[in-house]
């Protein structure tokens, strides 16, 4: 799997604490940024023309009726957030962990464990875990797993790539390892660290639809509902919304992740 890459790491805004140049950086917005949620605007438009105008069943205009639509994709976002959120607390304390020289020898073991959790189909975890449990938790604790590695790797990658120079002249002036994870390694690593949480986000948009079958909700179930009863219309409009989700949720990651990341190496 291959892993995000940062820009080279040289100065941040600590550095200042250490005596470094502070460099202004790039703005969090610029109007490039304005390109993905306006093409998600006209996509949505050109989607609602096209299905206003074709003639819809009952079950169609039910699926497709704006009050059925707006509750499955708020649950889709609900357990997308949520499973983001599971990832960063346990794959971004465990990548600080096994980057510490006491603890580094556990990383092959910690990386094995990443690499089951997502080498195993999802589809097959959710029928397993299924047989026994259904819902909202079972759904993301197992596409948790599934995601975990792409923000372990990338805490790993991140905190090892923090430049030794920046590393020494924190020591030099008397900052305890902990403040050193903190105010240098951390806000460093903030930039490969991020991609990693915008790859596990868009992975749990793409996935999730495949929790229906264990009642977690969100647009998996009008999808395969369409799909089961041959209703291309609806089939299409859901399969395109959760693309567009998707694009979305990247593009305001990528927003947050430029904020969080400190001036100096934005």
Known sequence: MSVDTAPP??????????????????????????????????????LYLNVHRQPLDSIEANVLSFDSLS????????????IALLVVLVAVPLGVLVTRPRTRRLAPLVLAF??????APSLGLLALVGYYFIGFW?????????AALSVLRNTIVGLDGVDRGVMDAARGMGMSPTAILLRVELPTAVP?????????LVLAVGTVPLGYALDAGGLGLPLF???KTNRPLVTLTVAVMIALLALLLDWLGGILQRAATPRGIR
Do not use: C, W
């Open 192 to 200: 490969v660290i991020g991609a990693g949480v915008r790859t596990a």
């Open 114 to 119: 990443g690499n089951v959790g997502q080498a």
């Open 71 to 82: 509750r499955a994709t708020a649950k889709h976002v609900r357990l997308s957030f949520t």
């Open 225 to 227: 509902s369409a799909i």
């Open 138 to 146: 079972s759904v993301t604790l197992i596409l948790t797993a599934y």
């Open 9 to 46: 790491v040289e100065a941040v805004d600590t550095g200042a604490a250490l005596g470094a140049p502070v460099t202004h950086g790039k703005p969090i917005l610029s109007p490039r940024d304005l390109v993905i949620p306006v093409m998600v605007v006209l996509i949505s438009i050109a």
